[in-house]
């Protein structure tokens, strides 16, 4: 089985940084995308930031300049960096992988459980 598990979120105060990991552990031949999300409360759930295996990278706009994806291949470990932090990016960020189990098997798509992030006014 393969499991993903973020960790970094936390309180912090406005215009401070957090930096979110996110670990994959199990069975894994390789992990292609990689991505995180956000969900505030009342809100769906939202893309924040998207990163190929190669490294090419994709932001949502309210996270162009201020947020930094990026990931560790050897260690199956991907980045969230986040500076000048808002309340309105106050959410539950989850990451999301495209992984495959196996060299013969397709890629799988798995979700983390998600870490809390408050930014106080």
């Known amino acids: 089985q393969v499991q993903l598990v973020e960790s970094g979120g936390g309180l912090v105060q406005a215009g401070g940084s957090l930096r979110l990991s996110c670990a994959a552990s199990?069975?894994?031949?390789?992990?292609?995308?990689m991505g995180w999300y956000r969900q505030a409360p009342g809100k769906q759930r939202e893309l924040v930031a998207h990163?190929?295996?190669?490294?090419?990278?994709n932001y949502a706009d309210s996270a162009k300049g201020r947020f930094t994806i990026s990931r560790d291949n050897a260690k199956n470990t991907g980045y969230l960096q986040m500076n000048s932090l808002k309340p309105e990016d106050t959410a539950v960020y989850y990451c999301?992988?495209?992984?495959?189990?196996?060299?013969?098997?397709?890629?799988?798509?798995?979700w983390g459980q998600g870490t809390q992030v408050t930014v106080s006014s």
């Open positions: 199990g069975s894994i031949f390789s992990i292609n995308a």
């Open positions: 990163i190929s295996r190669s490294g090419s990278t």
């Open positions: 999301n992988a495209d992984i495959r189990q196996t060299f013969a098997s397709r890629s799988a798509n798995y």
